[in-house]
């Protein structure tokens, strides 16, 4: 739910003393007769008013800026059962042959509509492993991250395979699921020695990660199935070969129909700012008044 507020409300009582102010504390001077005031005084009011106008335009627009307006948004997740789930995809050069990668996005894509209630990440490796999206329920922002990912985005030479297990595995740090899932798919075998695998699984094991190994390719020649039957096995995962499209969409259909957990409901607020807006009116408004008292 869209609505327009404000995150320090209290700031406005600022125009309340500048209205005390104006009104009660005004300087007194020496006081100057000349002949014919009536006539200086109209000749006067149109420039008073203005600048007067300019300057009470400036105090709103400052305090009005100080005040931080925010547009909120407001996003709720009931109470519901699910996972907190993280991908981790091979984005190699050889998942470039065949169409392999923009077929697994499509497959995963339609995965993560269907992860309704769940939290989830998104991980990437090649020649080095990275995390794209940590965990959320944002799943718009991961899908539309997705679309954009293209083979190459980190490298093509090398496959940083237990790095991505280590990395992503890291994300649940802090996590206090109860389910929580890592989905490792690659179509070759680590060749970096960035981390050790033992190290890896380690880390998996350590923050209760269940992990669900998927080999893409011909199994012994692409990818090394014994290494990712040992990681789903040590972690109280599954290992999966899919070969083909078919096969592919059945795993994660598969993984889908896993047992769910409890999981709470959870209040998340966006906010977009706008206090910039009136910063910009404010010096404008500021620059014109000192043109037009300048003037004067």
């Known amino acids: 739910m869209n609505h327009f507020t404000f995150e320090y409300p209290i700031v406005f009582v600022i125009l309340l003393l500048f209205y005390i102010c104006s009104r009660w504390c005004k300087a007194k001077g020496v006081s100057i007769y000349f002949p014919n005031m009536q006539m200086l005084k109209i000749a006067s009011k149109k420039s008073s008013l203005l600048s007067n106008t300019l300057k009470l335009f400036t105090i709103v627009a400052l305090v009005t800026a100080l005040s931080s307006p925010i547009k909120q948004d ?3 997740t009931k109470n519901d059962k699910g996972y907190e789930i993280s991908l981790i ?8 042959e065949y169409n392999k990668f923009d077929i697994v996005k499509d497959i995963v894509t339609d995965f993560i509509d269907k ?3 769940d939290k989830l990440a998104l ?10 999206v940590p965990l959320t329920y944002d799943k718009k922002s991961i899908k539309r991250l997705l679309s954009r990912l293209e ?4 490298g093509k030479q090398r496959t940083a395979l237990y790095e991505a297990l280590f990395l992503s595995s890291n994300l649940f740090k802090t996590s206090k699921s109860k389910e929580k899932i890592a989905i490792l798919l690659t179509d070759g075998m680590d060749n970096t020695n960035s981390i050790p695998l033992d190290v890896a699984i380690k880390t998996a094991k350590k923050y209760g990660i269940k ?3 998927i080999g893409v390719g011909r199994a012994g020649m692409d990818f090394n199935p014994a290494v990712l039957k040992q990681i789903s096995k040590e972690t109280g995962g599954k290992y999966f070969a899919g070969n083909s499209i078919e096969k592919l969409q059945n795993i994660y259909k598969t993984i889908n129909k896993l047992e769910k957990s409890e ?5 998340y607020v966006k906010k977009q700012y706008y206090f910039q807006y009136f910063l910009a009116l404010a010096l404008f408004s500021l620059i014109f008044y000192f043109y037009i008292t300048n003037k004067e």
């Open 123 to 132: 991980s990437i490796f090649a020649d080095f492993a990275y995390v794209a």
């Open 115 to 117: 992860r309704k209630h």
């Open 151 to 154: 083979v190459g985005i980190a």
């Open 211 to 213: 992990v669900y190994t």
């Open 89 to 96: 995809l091979d984005a190699s050069g050889s998942m470039q």
């Open 74 to 76: 407001e996003v709720v």
């Open 263 to 267: 999981i709470k409901a959870d209040r």
